[in-house]
């Protein structure tokens, strides 16, 4: 992506950068994205989190071997009698891993357990509540096995040898973890870390370990953001606190586009200061400054300085978590070469109480979900939505999702939430 491209989209029709509509930030956003292609072989037990750079085909059959799926009995299907009860003669047993080595020849049986391999000749699994044993013999209840092949697993039936198991560009989680090793995969290839560089600016801040002058504050945002990037498997780049000084900007900036793949920075994008950064960033790259039609985080830049993607969050506290999680979370994803990302799950949930929005703008309020007493979803905000308030984001397990058009809502509405936690 140049500069051309930049100015190409900001030239489209739809493209307003004082107004930008959520999606439409969105989408905008992903056009400019440019995976990371570097690959490195990792052990699947660093693998966790990682995008797989190939796709990984089985070298195996999974199962190896037929197998029982029940403890019982392996027995010729054509020798059970049809109707009534069948002695046969026992001849050996089959572990998991330690089959049977002989033959089930016509009138014999060999006791199995789940998971042992079928010795050959038998062809059919009776559970084991079917049968009773009776010396060297065992009865075979009448009517224990409907047809052939019953409570038997077949060889390959899950995976065939040189079936592709996972594509490239996918995540990798316990499932997939668990998977490359039951096909004996020790090594997989996977993009490389993402490199992100992050500071702050304003010069009211200071950061943890000095006391607090009048009028100053305890830097959050760094510890928010590395936080958030350390979650989705980013390698980060702390350059600190920078001060609102043209010079130690420039600075800040230029060695941040050097050391990282992408710059998230923190403040300084909102009026009154956004001019300054404005043109910085038109010196040293290409902007496309947003204001994006959303409560909170309404400035929010995006563009590129040298080769680094550029996100300049807006200064307030709960602000930087929502666009971090509504903008710059996929774009990260993405750029680490994922291709499947999931739509982030919402669904519809009963507010508990009335609720202020004024139409215009998307928002996400911080919302408390819970169970109602009759079961069913329900949604409070966690109160005062200022977005300096960071103690809504540690209160809430959700956003509340409302749409430039809502306005104020009565209780009993039905809104959208987006939890906060994932199972897997
Ligand atoms: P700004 O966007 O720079 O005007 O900042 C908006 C508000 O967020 C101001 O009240 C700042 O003091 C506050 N703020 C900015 N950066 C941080 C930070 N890194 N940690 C905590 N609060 C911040
Ligand atoms: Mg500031």
């Not at 089930?104 to 050959?120: D, K, L, N, Q």
């Not at 224990?144 to 019953?150: C, E, K, L, S, V």
């Not at 420039?250 to 050391?259: D, I, L, V, Y």
Request: include cysteine; aromatic fraction near 6%.
């Amino acid at each position: 992506m140049t500069a051309t491209t930049l100015r190409e989209a900001s030239c489209a029709d739809d493209y307003d950068p004082n107004s930008m509509p959520v999606d439409r930030a969105r989408a905008l956003i992903r056009d400019y994205l440019e995976p990371v292609t570097t690959i490195e072989r990792v052990h699947i037990r660093q693998a966790l989190g990682r995008t797989l750079a190939a796709d990984v085909a089985s070298p195996i059959d999974v199962p190896g071997h037929d197998n029982s799926a029940m403890d019982g009995w392996a027995v010729r299907f054509e020798d059970l009698a049809n109707g009534a009860e069948t002695v046969l003669k026992r001849v050996g047993e089959s572990f998991a891993g330690k089959p049977h080595e002989g033959r089930v020849s016509r009138g014999e049986a060999v006791r199995i357990f789940t998971g042992a391999v079928m010795p050959s000749g038998a062809d059919t699994v009776v559970m084991q509540e079917r049968a009773e044993e009776r010396g060297d013999r065992v009865a075979i209840a009448a009517g224990a096995a409907g047809r052939a092949g019953q409570n038997r697993r077949f060889a390959g039936e899950d995976l065939k040898a040189g079936a592709v198991v996972f594509r490239r560009g996918q995540a990798l989680r316990p499932a997939e973890i668990g998977m490359l090793a039951s096909l004996g995969i020790n090594e997989v290839p996977v993009f490389r870390r993402l490199v992100v560089a992050f500071f702050s600016t304003g010069d009211e801040l200071v950061s943890i370990g000095s006391p607090l002058a009048t009028g100053q504050i305890y830097d959050s945002n760094r510890y928010t953001i590395g936080a958030m990037l350390a979650r989705i498997g980013c390698e980060s780049v702390d350059l600190g606190v920078v001060p609102d000084v043209p010079e130690a900007l420039e600075n800040a900036f230029r060695s941040a586009a050097e050391s990282a793949d992408v710059v998230i920075t923190s403040g300084g994008v909102s009026v009154g200061e956004a001019d300054y950064v404005k043109q910085l960033l038109d010196k040293l790259g290409e902007v496309v400054f947003w204001k994006i039609a959303m409560k909170p985080g309404r400035p929010l830049a995006y563009g590129r300085i040298g080769r680094a993607h550029f996100f300049g969050l807006p200064g307030n506290p709960a602000s930087v978590m929502v666009t971090f999680y509504q903008f710059v979370r996929e774009a990260l994803l993405i750029l680490q070469g994922r291709t499947q990302i999931e739509p982030v799950p919402t669904f519809r949930a009963r507010l508990a109480a009335p609720l202020k929005k004024v139409p215009g703008r998307t928002e996400f309020q911080r919302g408390i979900l819970a169970r109602a007493a009759d079961g069913a979803w329900s949604v409070r905000t966690t109160g005062d939505q200022g977005s300096g308030i960071l103690s809504s984001m540690s209160q809430a397990n959700c956003f509340i999702v409302l749409s430039e058009r809502t306005g104020n809502l009565e209780a009993g509405a039905d809104v959208e939430v987006q939890p906060f936690e994932g199972l897997v």
